[in-house]
């Protein structure tokens, strides 16, 4: 089975309890084992990105190394608290030296899982009218992202979206990003980002055609969502 999950926020390592943030949080960790416990070995989960408060690579190696020991393999990308990433390649070279091999990275690529394509980037959040040239230019660079993430899926029939930002948050519409999925015939994106009063601006459901579901850890119990 595939499924998915956003926002772990793991700090084995790093000064950062999660329950200052409200009663949702309380004993997560232990509660993300649980929900994982409905995951088998010869599963798929994707996290949208959120995993852990380290700063880098060497102080995140507890929340990595119980990532890995979570069942099944794990496809990992990057959100806007993930401080630890640098690149791909030098978190691929860290994994493999600290032998964690049960995690991959999406970042300018996809993977498959029967018949659907893994797809997706981190995304961004700016205006839609008049962005500053910063927020500007990260957007076009995640826009670029997307597409290669789906040109990457070829022919296949079932390309499934994976953001950390929504995509629609309130007035606010990521256009650049959805017009990418429509022309590639996506039909289902899942994302993460949102906690606390934001879940309630956050939109899930049916919009020109694709469906959209939030999978922030606290928002789905810290279990994670069947997608196939």
Known sequence: MLWTIGDL???????????????????HVQRLSEGFR???????????????WGMSMESCLQDFLYIHRLPGRKIILKGNHDYWWSTAGKARAFFEKNGIDSIDILNNNCFFYGNAAVCGTRGWMCPNADPAPHDRKIMDREIGRLETSLRAAGECGRKIVFLHYPPIFGRFRAEGLIEVMERCGVRECYYGHLHGAGRALAFEGVDRGI??????????SFCPVKVS
């Open 9 to 27: 926020h793991l700090s084995f390592e790093a000064d950062k309890p999660m329950d200052v943030f409200g009663k949702d949080w309380t004993d």
């Open 211 to 220: 469906r959209y579901k939030l999978v922030s850890a606290d928002h789905v």
């Open 38 to 52: 409905r995951v088998s070995g010869e599963d798929v989960t994707v996290i949208c990105g959120d995993l852990t």
